[in-house]
């Protein structure tokens, strides 16, 4: 395998008993780059990471992080990784500066490098003048970035972070991820899950997991490609629900599904025009407001990806 | 390698500076709990509350019952009119025994006295719901009542041959229960305090998520085992500073032998302490379930088994060969050794070496059982 | 009442999926009940004993046979020297030694009482005194072999009864007490982990948000254990009976009553320890000094209160085994009914009172 890519997956599965948490998923994630991990909980996201850092044994497939095997050196990875969990897990007991400490003991970094990544962490963190402070005083946001410098005071290649920002404020999610470009500017190559979609699309690239398996990969622009010939139109109408139902009943019409108080139809050709559509629905006694053609979203993609995978499941 | 377990070390005495309710309850309650159950531990029944019926109003009579109150062992709550009167003294707890002289008791006595024949015999009731103090409360009555008959019966009595039993009692002359007690207590206070401790130790971590970031670091599982027995082996250390002081100068229980030797001795059943608490804890995922383990699977039955209270010997042979995995056996022997019978490492090693053994098993154990990965 | 029944079944649940939990609660007690149940009694029999037997005549060999004969005594060793008695008592090798010396035959044939040593282990008090009473009694009525001289007849004898208990069956006294330490040790554990859990996960808070009210969710939190450790505390008694004769002398619905009496003063001590308690070690530390040793040691279970220093008796109030140890022997052993059972009851019903009084007052100031 290349050692161009820092990370590459083939046909990885875990079990837990009967349950196959995920399905061989195979994909590769290139140096410095930020890859996305897309999904709704219980896709096998935080599985397929727990595999990644060595911390669940592969039931089968194989896995290199860093040229490192998971499954045969899970010990070599964790040298040359970060991780950081959704729990944010820090020693509640300790305080900032005692936590960062304790890290960097675990990392055996002293002298001037503990001074010099120590203060990197708390200026990374902006926790400057909250050194004192116990963990489990400190809020969400401080919480997050605190455990985010604690994982990478060894200055890792590669970074895991599992749901980073469950539970944290719009503006600590904003810088967050100005963090996460930075480090992917410097070369770090950073794995990532996330429910957010506008995180999402934040990344190189995302992949889709759904049940266990990959749905879709690629960037985000080329997973909205697939929308080039079939155009999404937006209709406001006063009752979307009855809208919804005279869409689905249409032939050039592909699905529709409900995006806040509007209505997003997939249409099945670039034929059908906004007009022919209204008039369809008022024939059918719809009053619509307004239809636009919009650009696709990553959250249309997600639910197209995962409508797609469950007809595939079905059939 | 060292670095590491220093900086796990470290931390873990962090916390439990930080946690103050937890250490103010491992360094006092031991002492309290010596305190107190030093003085309850005790086996020696006495002070057993008594009713009397005498039928016979005898000068005789009343020189036995006499003997009843004079006796350490008994306390005479009450005089009955009739044998009836005492269901009700048995039945509420009054009483647990009933000392019925007959009528007619003085004559007989004397009867048989000048005829060298059987004289008369009292009738003692008892209540058998406390199977062990009752059984040793009737002895006591058996040996008052002879201890009577001597007396009554003079120097004349000795027709025949009689064997004269010189008894010595080695290793605590007054037969006091405390001197035996005291250790044990100090034994099992140790197991209590120290394995619990450690038992929530890594389920803690586990329940929290630190556990695995820790997991994805580069420490070794034995590093984990050994960062987390040695700070709470110094907390261990200190209780047994404090019981052992509180055995040898508030309850005066003599330390015949070596205190290096005992100081020895228990660093190797702390390891063992410690040790089991951190297997128990490998092994649970939640720490109430790391409580319930330690406590029924392991403290209960060590207690019970290691011959703290009951003795080994009574045990059927199969439960004794049971008590030979329960390291709070060999601690006993070699407590009760050092404390009473001033006994050395030349007559201890077996249960040294067994203690020895079986803190290296269980943390190499507990070393396997805490896989980094699942 | 719903809030009640919603935080019931999800702790049910929760015990459901952990079966290590679900099997301590409901099948342990019963186990130990087999294991102690055959293995602990304070019956002493078997008793290791060295002879040295320094005259080597037939009489004194007859008195020698007689111990050994006698089921008390195992004779294991027979020691030349003192050295050699020293390491044998040394080792709990032996735990009395019988020294019978030169010239005692001849003593006994002039008519006079020889003297002979006994040496016992003194270290278990308890033990050493039965010891004493045996080789006392088997001294006083050794046949002497060939001089078949006996001792005259006793002049004043004792003719014991036992009540409840004629054997003096140490199982008979043991499941009671057994049934107060796992009930008590289960019930504090349990709640006091189970809210304490709650407290650190931050769960609590969403309890508070929700319209549960404190008293429902405390109800709704110790329900669930209150049934299971009934179930556990009946499960005994009924294993007693099969197996090892318990009678059961008295009502069952009293004996229902003073177990739910008991455990829910039980569940309460554990409330209370959740409320002062910030940590789960925290708890497990406090109960373990709460609940288990106190219920061991200070409930009558196995050492007599009667012995213990005035201080420690009034200390001994405190602990609800106690209370329901009397109660439990009452009913089971006794056949005693209410007008005899009514202090321990209401003593226990005091305690439950006082604790969730004081768990109360906690938790409303929190």
Not at chain 1, 57 to 74: K, L, M, Q
Not at chain 3, 140 to 160: I, K, M, N, Y
Not at chain 3, 274 to 293: C, E, G, H, M
Not at chain 3, 295 to 306: A, C, D, R, V
Request: proline residues 5%.
């Amino acid at each position: 395998m290349s050692t161009t890519h820092a990370i590459v997956v083939d046909k990885l599965s875990r079990m837990f008993g009967a349950f196959r948490a995920v399905d061989a998923i195979s994909f590769d994630v290139a140096r410095g780059e930020v890859f996305g991990f897309l999904g709704a909980n219980g896709a096998g996201k935080s599985t397929t990471i727990r595999m990644l850092c060595g911390l669940l044994e592969p039931s089968s497939g194989r896995a290199e992080v860093d040229g490192v095997d998971v499954g045969r050196d899970p010990e070599g990875v964790k040298r040359r990784i970060g991780y950081m969990s959704q729990k944010f897990s820090l020693y509640e007991r300790l305080t900032v500066d005692e936590n960062i400490r304790f890290s960097a003991g675990l990392y055996g970094l002293t002298g001037a490098r503990l001074a010099d990544r120590r203060a990197f962490a708390l200026e990374m963190g902006g926790l400057k003048g909250k050194e004192r402070v116990l963990a489990r005083d400190l809020p969400g946001g401080w919480r997050q970035r605190l455990a985010l410098g604690c994982a990478l005071l060894h200055e890792p290649r590669i970074v895991f972070l599992d749901e980073p920002t469950g539970g944290v404020d719009p503006v600590s999610r904003r810088e967050f991820w100005r963090l996460i470009d930075g480090l992917s500017r410097q070369g770090t190559t950073v794995l990532v899950t996330t429910h957010y979609l506008d995180e999402a699309e934040r990344c190189d690239r995302v992949a889709i997991m759904h049940a266990g398996r990959l749905a879709a990969l690629g960037t985000v622009a080329k997973l909205k490609s697939t929308f080039d010939t079939r155009p999404i139109v937006e209709v406001r109408a006063a009752n979307p629900v009855q809208a919804m139902t005279a869409l689905d009943a249409m032939p050039s019409v592909e699905k529709t599904s409900l995006f806040g108080t509007t209505v997003h139809a997939v249409l099945r050709g670039q034929e059908t025009t906004a007009e022919e559509l209204s008039r369809a629905l008022a024939e059918k006694g719809v009053h619509v407001e307004a239809i636009d053609p919009v650009l696709p979203s990553l959250e249309d993609v997600f639910l197209d990806v995962i409508d797609r995978a469950e007809e595939a499941g079905a059939a | 390698m060292i670095g590491r377990i220093r900086t796990l070390v470290w931390k873990e005495f962090l916390e439990l500076r930080r946690t103050p309710q937890l250490l103010r309850l491992v360094l006092v309650a031991p002492v309290l709990q010596l305190a107190m159950l030093g003085y309850a531990a005790t086996t020696d029944v006495q002070h057993v509350p008594i009713v009397v019926v005498d039928g016979d109003r005898s000068p005789a009579s009343r020189q036995l019952l006499e003997t009843f109150a004079a006796s350490p062992y008994f306390d005479v709550v009450g005089e009955r009119m009739a044998p009836s009167a005492i269901d009700d003294d048995l039945e509420r707890g009054r009483a647990w025994l009933a000392v019925l002289v007959p009528p007619r008791f003085g004559d007989d006595l004397a009867r048989a006295r000048v005829r060298g024949t059987a004289g008369p015999s009292i009738q003692v009731i008892a209540d058998g719901t406390d199977a062990n103090s009752s059984g040793v409360a009737l002895s006591y009555v058996q040996g008052l009542v002879g201890q009577y008959a001597t007396v009554v019966a003079g120097p004349a009595a000795r027709g025949a041959p009689q064997l004269d039993g010189r008894v010595r009692v080695w290793f605590n002359p007054d037969l006091e229960s405390r001197n035996f007690m005291v250790p044990g207590v100090l034994a099992v206070l140790l197991l209590v305090v120290t394995a619990n401790l450690t038992s929530m130790a890594i389920v803690r971590e586990r329940e929290t998520g630190t556990l695995d970031q820790l997991n994805v670091t580069p420490i070794t599982r034995s590093e984990i085992i050994l960062g987390k027995l040695l700070p709470y082996s110094l907390v261990g250390l200190v209780d047994v500073v404090l019981v052992i002081a509180i055995a040898v100068l508030w309850f005066q229980v003599p330390l015949r032998g070596s205190v290096a030797l005992l100081f020895l001795s228990s660093l190797v059943y702390l390891v063992c302490t410690l040790g089991l608490g951190l297997l128990v804890s490998t092994m649970s995922s939640t720490q109430q379930q790391a409580m319930m383990t330690a406590t029924f699977f392991f403290l209960v039955p060590m207690i019970y088994l290691s011959g703290f209270i009951f003795p080994i010997e009574n045990m059927p042979t199969v439960i004794q060969w049971v008590t030979f995995v329960i390291p709070l056996r060999y601690f006993l022997v070699i407590v009760r050794g050092i404390f009473l019978k001033g006994t050395g490492m030349a007559v201890l090693w077996p249960s040294f070496v067994a203690l020895a053994v079986w803190g290296v098993a269980v943390v190499v154990l507990a070393v396997a059982r805490s896989s980094k990965r699942a | 009442m719903t809030g009640l029944w919603a935080v019931a079944i999800k702790e049910l649940r929760q015990i459901r999926r952990d079966r290590r939990t679900l099997t301590i609660l409901v099948f342990v007690p019963t186990f130990f009940l087999f294991l102690y149940g055959y293995a602990l009694n304070f019956d002493i029999r078997h008793v290791s004993l060295a002879v040295q037997d320094r005259d080597g005549t037939p009489e004194s060999r007859a008195l020698v046979a007689d111990f050994a004969r006698s089921a008390y005594f195992d004779v294991v060793a027979a020691p030349e020297s003192d050295r050699q008695i020293d390491a044998l008592v040394d080792r709990g090798t032996a735990r009395a030694v019988l020294v019978i010396p030169v010239g005692f035959a001849r003593t006994l044939g002039e008519g006079g009482s020889p003297a002979v040593q006994v040496l016992i282990d003194g270290d278990n008090a308890n033990t050493a005194t039965t010891v004493l009473g045996y080789v006392t009694a088997l001294l006083q009525s050794a046949s002497f072999g060939a001089t078949g001289e006996r001792p005259h007849a006793a002049l004043v004898s004792v003719e014991p009864r036992v009540w409840y208990n004629p054997e003096l069956r140490s199982t008979v006294f043991l499941v009671p007490g057994l049934i107060a330490f796992i009930s008590m040790i289960t019930a504090v554990i349990s709640t006091a982990l189970s809210i304490v859990r709650e407290k650190e996960r931050g769960t609590m808070e969403q309890v508070r948000m929700a319209p549960v009210s404190t008293t429902a969710f405390v109800a709704g939190k110790t329900l669930p254990y209150l049934v299971l450790s009934q179930a556990g505390a009946l499960a005994i008694i009924a294993a007693a009976m099969v197996f090892f004769d318990l009678p059961m002398r008295g009502n069952w619905l009293a004996l229902f009553v003073a177990i739910t009496l008991f455990l829910i003063g039980a569940l309460g001590t554990g409330l209370f320890i959740s409320t002062v308690a910030d940590t789960q070690d925290v708890a497990f530390q406090a109960a373990a000094i709460v609940a288990l040793l106190p219920t061991l040691i200070l409930s009558g279970f196995i050492f007599p209160l009667s012995s213990m220093p005035v201080v420690l008796q009034w200390i001994s109030a405190l602990v609800p085994a106690r209370y329901f140890l009397v109660a439990l022997r009452g009913i089971v052993l006794k056949g005693l009914g209410l007008e005899f059972l009514w202090p321990s009851l209401a003593a226990m019903g005091i305690y439950a009172l006082a604790v969730y009084a004081l768990s109360a007052v906690r938790l409303a100031r929190q």
